[in-house]
């Protein structure tokens, strides 16, 4: 005797879970793209970005590290085992970037805001993956 389902409800109950799932890899790669960018861009010298970290005043040495933190955070967001270290690195960046924008540049900190609430939501949905990987780091 064989147990075929009269209706679809087992697929159905899956259906949520794998749909926030595919959301939360979007978002994964949006960021990633996004803050790749901008870091490749305070890397490369875009004029832009020079005068930016020069009206901030640390000198140059600071576009260089927040350009590799940020080209290394979007490249760590696409590695699943990662992804939730990337996004805590990466929130803890761009609530530097408000507070700078908001402080030191005057300038309005609303996109880095979306994107630290974007790396917030990321970092909620790979908790549990986070606290298995630094487990296993604390352990060694």
């Known amino acids: 005797m064989s147990t075929i389902p009269k209706n679809n409800s087992e697929t159905v109950a899956h259906t949520p879970g794998r749909a926030i799932s595919i959301g939360v890899w979007i978002l994964h790669v949006a960021l990633a793209a996004t803050i790749a960018g901008g870091g490749i861009s305070k890397l490369a010298g875009d004029p832009v970005m020079v005068d930016m ?15 590799a933190l940020e080209v290394s955070g979007g490249v ?6 990662l992804a939730g270290l990337a996004s ?20 309005s900190p609303w996109l880095a805001l979306a994107l ?23 352990r060694r």
């Open 53 to 67: 970290f020069a009206d901030i005043g640390a000198g140059q040495w600071l576009r260089y590290l927040v350009g």
């Open 76 to 81: 760590g967001l696409l590695i699943p085992a």
């Open 88 to 107: 805590l690195g990466l929130a803890a960046l761009l609530t530097g970037a408000v507070i700078t924008d908001q402080f030191v540049l005057d300038k």
């Open 116 to 138: 630290l609430v974007v790396a917030a939501v990321i970092a909620r949905a790979r908790w549990s993956r986070t606290v298995a990987v630094v487990g296993t780091l604390l």
